[in-house]
């Protein structure tokens, strides 16, 4: 392959045709790194919603967690609220505490006998 060689005429010209190229170059730099520097604001800015958004996910996720263990417990102590108002109200009732007292206490009304008799197996 012959290789042509040309000469460069240095006109005028020739001299605004490469401060054109060399301008064009430039504008080309500054425009790609204004894109780089871009991108990378915006991939910064989507890493932290992102990351942030999983925190908040975590977080409300621990929350819900946290509520369903609470209203479990709720429930269990209002059960046991209404079992000790039942208590209450039969405390409050003569004949249920004399009842105690006997099946507990062996008390006797007057005149009556207690036997107690052992739970052991009668079979034999």
Do not use: C, W
């Amino acid at each position: 392959m012959k290789k042509k060689t040309v000469t460069r005429l240095d006109s005028n010209y020739m001299q605004q045709y490469d401060a054109y190229i060399e301008r064009q170059k430039r504008k080309r730099q500054r425009l790609i790194r204004r894109l780089v520097l871009f991108s990378m604001v915006v991939v910064i800015t989507i890493g932290t919603i992102a990351a942030y958004h999983v925190k908040q996910r975590v977080l409300q996720s621990e929350k819900q967690e946290q509520y369903q263990q609470l209203e479990e417990e709720l429930a269990s102590l209002q059960k046991q609220e209404e079992n000790l108002k039942e208590e209450i109200e039969l405390l409050n009732d003569e004949e249920y505490v004399l009842e105690i007292a006997r099946t507990n206490y062996f008390l006797s009304k007057e005149g009556e006998l207690i036997f107690k008799i052992p739970d052991e197996d009668p079979s034999y």
